[in-house]
């Protein structure tokens, strides 16, 4: 393509820059990290992409475990501001087999999202964390959490609810 053409008028829409359908907009904050971690923020960079295979997911999260990826992968969440894009790494969390049990109270939080699916997927961490790991006074710290929940997600609440109060006991 012609540089002249990129300039042209109509050659170029700003609005689909924004299309949250069309571009990731995701920027992982690199500061301090080894190539290790530059190279686990590339992986998931890449779950992010619309037209991604089940099969390069599945390498990418046998990846993610190989490395240990949990505090890279947190990170990234937390640096989200697109709920989608939480979701799809929540998701990415517990299908790469990790432990997020020093996360806990993390994924707590997001299981109280309004987002059913983010809900759901970070549900779904807290019940793949190991239950020995988590101490009585963070367990206690998460039911406080769920009690003061407004999210309408009232089912996946309860499960939790549950599933904490177990462990407490």
Known sequence: ????????????DPKKLFNE???????????GYSKKENDVADLI???????????????????LKEKNAQQVLVNAIKQCD??????????ACWE???DFSKHFLFFVDLACSKDFMLSM???TVVENCE???ISEEVLTQALITVKNSKSPNTAIIDDLKNNITLRIS
């Open 1 to 12: 393509m012609d540089v002249n053409q990129l300039l042209e008028d109509d050659a170029f």
């Open 21 to 31: 359908e069309e571009y990731n907009t995701l920027l992982i904050n690199r500061d």
């Open 45 to 63: 960079l890449t779950l992010l992409e619309k037209n991604i295979t089940r099969i390069e997911s599945e390498e990418i999260f046998k990846t």
């Open 82 to 91: 697109r709920v989608s894009e939480k979701t799809k790494l929540a998701l």
């Open 96 to 98: 790469s087999c990790l």
């Open 121 to 123: 997927e970070a549900y």
């Open 131 to 133: 239950e020995t790991i």
